[in-house]
């Protein structure tokens, strides 16, 4: 069983930025970040292989969120910046064996941490 463990979320003005963490137990291929507003799908945001293929984003945070990662310590990050109000969301990091941006895809999921981004 791969644990998930995030951190950073939080509250932040418009304009601003946040970094999210996610700690891997193990190396699973895919890692990725999703997200749910209340009453909303949970939707893709960025995700990336451990292959070292090009990081794929959703079109609402691509040029403002970045995904990285940190081989040793098996963690994917999530720089988000020029936050918008409609960015307010749980947070999620997920990993899977197979690159998709469908949340079923994904056989892993972390806890959560919120994101509030205040008008």
């Known amino acids: 069983q791969v644990q998930l463990v995030e951190s950073g979320g939080g509250l932040v003005q418009a304009g601003g930025s946040l970094r999210l963490s996610c700690e891997a137990s193990?190396?699973?291929?895919?890692m990725a970040w999703f997200r749910q507003a209340p009453g909303k799908e949970r939707e893709f945001v960025a995700a990336?292989?451990?292959?070292?293929?090009?990081?794929a984003y959703a079109d609402s945070v691509k040029g403002r969120f970045s995904i990285s990662r940190d081989n040793v310590k098996n963690a994917v990050y999530l720089q988000m910046n020029s936050l918008k109000p409609e960015d307010t969301a749980v947070y999620y990091c997920?990993?899977?064996?197979?690159?998709?941006?469908?949340?079923?895809?994904?056989?892993?999921w972390g806890q959560g941490t919120q994101v509030i981004v205040s008008s």
């Open positions: 990336f292989t451990w292959s070292g293929s090009t990081p």
């Open positions: 193990a190396r699973i291929y895919v």
């Open positions: 997920a990993a899977g064996e197979s690159y998709s941006t469908y949340h079923g895809n994904y056989v892993y």
